[in-house]
């Protein structure tokens, strides 16, 4: 059973920075395509950032060139580093994996960014 485990949320200042962890288990990781997610209070859920084995990525419009999506495959990890904060950032934050039909959630991590 794949298990996902995200750390590293908190309050952070506009402008700021932090990196979020995503630790993976129970299955071959280098199979899946990880991603990280949020959800802001009465929104939808929405994609961030996603990467592949192959070492493509892809980013929401609203991240390019302040977030960046890593993965370890040594280590079974997803990072995200989050540079630049805005307070529409504030969300929960979520990791995902999937492969074919198999689509696996974390519990998220809240995100906080004051003004």
């Known amino acids: 059973q794949v298990q996902l485990v995200e750390s590293g949320g908190g309050l952070v200042q506009a402008g700021g920075s932090l990196r979020l962890s995503c630790a993976f288990s129970g299955s071959i990781f280098s199979l899946y395509v990880v991603g990280w997610y949020r959800q802001a209070p009465g929104k939808q859920r929405e994609l961030v950032a996603t990467a592949t084995n192959g070492g493509s990525t892809n980013y929401a419009d609203s991240v390019k060139g302040r977030f960046t999506i890593s993965r370890d495959n040594t280590v079974k990890m997803v990072y995200l580093q989050m540079d630049s904060l805005k307070r529409e950032d504030t969300a929960v934050y979520l990791c995902?994996?999937?492969?074919?039909?198999?689509?696996?959630w974390g519990l998220g991590t809240q995100v906080t960014v004051s003004s």
């Open positions: 995902n994996a999937r492969w074919g039909n198999r689509n696996h």
